[in-house]
């Protein structure tokens, strides 16, 4: 069921001339975190190059889109209010519109101008008493998904929320016909089946308390390609809870490591005495926790451990001759997530070793590759791929290229034969995920696009970049008159949505 439309005040709506503060030059990414002052809807007229007539469809992307109300400053960036953008390709043409998720919270803090709600990282103005057995508000800020006919902007700790795909507007919170139900949680990293239709998700959970703390749960959902959530199991797993942001599924199996990132002390989190980003540390006593589930029947076949390690994305999966093989950005320090919290004033944002695990269940082997890809983040490929054995790879890596304080260029592994190629954005100009866009004409795996949004520092300004997906050279930059903040993941459909 759908909750009525939330409204909040309406901002500008239309193409704008830079401002004074846009056009400052800034000589790292940071200037990328200010707000998003507005929310336009116009065909852009600036392009360099030319959009290809075989590049259609809606590129959508979310991230926070504000990190501040009032003269408040959230206490970190997974806190930030979701804000989505669809970049529609048409005709050799180019439509931006953008709105910001019309959340309970987006929605009351825009009302009332200041903190309000309790957040990942965050906590309400009034000390312990105010914030004791909150918990964390939804800004439904960190990825959007089109799948079943709806659009959902999505958030791990909480439900997905509806948006109109033509106009962006906010039909309400998600529950799946009542099937999601009100403690569990969605990820913001479900996959779509390319053979099935079906949409793979988990959320995170507690089913009590022990001795040792909270006790664990992976919720797991299986939603059919009409968009019913048909079926859901409960996993219960060891130790303190975890934090899961990701998976992989190959054609047969899903994949979920339970890695070494825990929240601890949850009690203190109950309380209203320490947020949950403090309580989120990195455990080098725990083993990471393997998970193999059958897609069809949501049955676990296999869970194993591994050494303690950190993991955030995850690459593709698939199966080959009876292994599994499963790709990740691996950490083995927590340096990551300590900037992640002060993203805003972080001096260097950088990724980590993109890896490849092959897992023999039989053997009860695991073998680890380095795809060399150094400084990598944001695994993407080819969709039409997902599960199966794909060749190329993508990533954004921040590479030292005089102003490498962020992501600021893109990697492309051939995985046949090991090349890797890079784009490198230049001095200035930085990017978040860069994802793979099919072209509507041929159907090799690479014979696409590979588009992301960048941040132009020195004209405090955003653009989009069209790459040629075979080797990584400039097609078409979409110049906004404006920029999009920093965000986390976006999400292609074919459907052209105005
Ligand atoms: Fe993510």
New binding site residues.
């Given amino acids: 069921m759908a909750t009525a439309t939330m409204e909040a005040p309406q901002l500008a709506v239309n193409k704008r001339a830079p401002t004074a503060e846009d056009t400052q030059i800034h000589q790292t990414h940071h200037g990328g975190f200010r707000a998003m002052s507005g929310e336009y809807n116009y065909w852009c007229d600036t392009i360099e190059g030319k959009i290809p007539k075989d590049l259609s469809g809606t590129f959508f992307r979310n991230g926070p889109g504000r990190m501040s109300v009032g003269n408040d400053q959230f206490g970190h960036w997974f806190d930030g209010d979701g804000m989505v953008s669809a970049i529609t390709f048409h005709d050799g043409k180019v439509h931006y519109k953008n709105r910001f998720v019309r959340t309970p919270k987006y929605v009351k803090e825009t009302q009332v101008g200041h903190i309000a709600f309790r957040g990942f990282g965050t906590m309400r103005h009034g000390g312990a008493l105010k914030n004791m057995l909150r918990p964390p508000a939804n800004p439904a800020n ?2 959007v998904v089109y799948h079943g006919n709806k659009l959902l902007a999505l958030y791990e700790g909480g439900h997905p929320f509806e948006l109109d795909p033509n106009t962006l507007n906010t039909v309400g919170e998600y529950f799946y016909d009542g099937q999601l139900g009100v403690q569990n949680t969605f990820s ?2 479900g996959k779509v089946h390319p053979k099935t239709g079906n949409f793979f998700n988990f959320g995170i959970g507690f089913t009590g308390f022990s001795r040792q703390g909270l006790k664990s749960k992976v919720d797991f959902y299986k939603v059919s390609p009409n968009g019913r959530l048909v079926k859901k199991v409960a996993l219960p797993v060891k130790g303190s809870l975890p934090f899961l ?2 998976f992989a599924i190959t054609e047969n199996h899903a994949v979920i490591v339970v890695s070494s990132i825990v929240m601890e002390g949850m009690l203190k989190c109950a309380l209203g005495i320490k947020t949950i980003a403090d309580s989120t540390v990195f455990d080098d006593r725990q083993p990471a926790q393997v998970i193999v589930l059958d897609l069809n029947t949501l049955e676990e076949v296999e869970r194993f451990e591994l050494s303690p390690m950190g993991v ?2 995850f690459g593709n999966a698939w199966e080959e001759k009876g292994d599994i093989i499963f790709e990740l950005i691996r950490f083995n320090d927590f340096g990551l997530f300590q900037a992640l919290k002060n993203v805003i004033s972080a001096p260097k944002v950088e990724g980590a070793e993109f890896i490849r695990c092959n897992i023999n269940l039989k053997q009860a082997t695991m073998k680890i590759d380095s795809l060399d890809m150094p400084n990598s983040e944001f695994p993407t490929w080819n969709n039409q791929y997902t599960g199966l054995k794909n060749r190329y790879t993508y990533s954004v890596s921040t590479l030292d290229n005089g102003t490498g304080t962020y992501f600021n260029s893109v990697l492309k592994r051939d995985q046949q034969t090991g090349d890797v190629k890079l784009k490198d954005f230049g001095p200035g100009k930085f990017t978040t995920e860069a994802i793979y866009i099919p072209s509507s004409e041929r159907i090799g795996e690479d014979d696409g696009y590979v588009s992301s949004v960048i941040y132009d520092a020195d004209k405090g300004l955003s653009e989009i970049a069209v790459l040629d997906a075979k080797d990584l050279s400039d097609i078409a930059r979409v110049k906004l008159s404006h920029h999009i903040p920093h965000g ?2 976006g999400h292609y459909a074919p459907d052209v949505f105005l």
């Fill in positions: 960190t990825n913001a990293h942001h990701d955030i994305h986390f993941h």
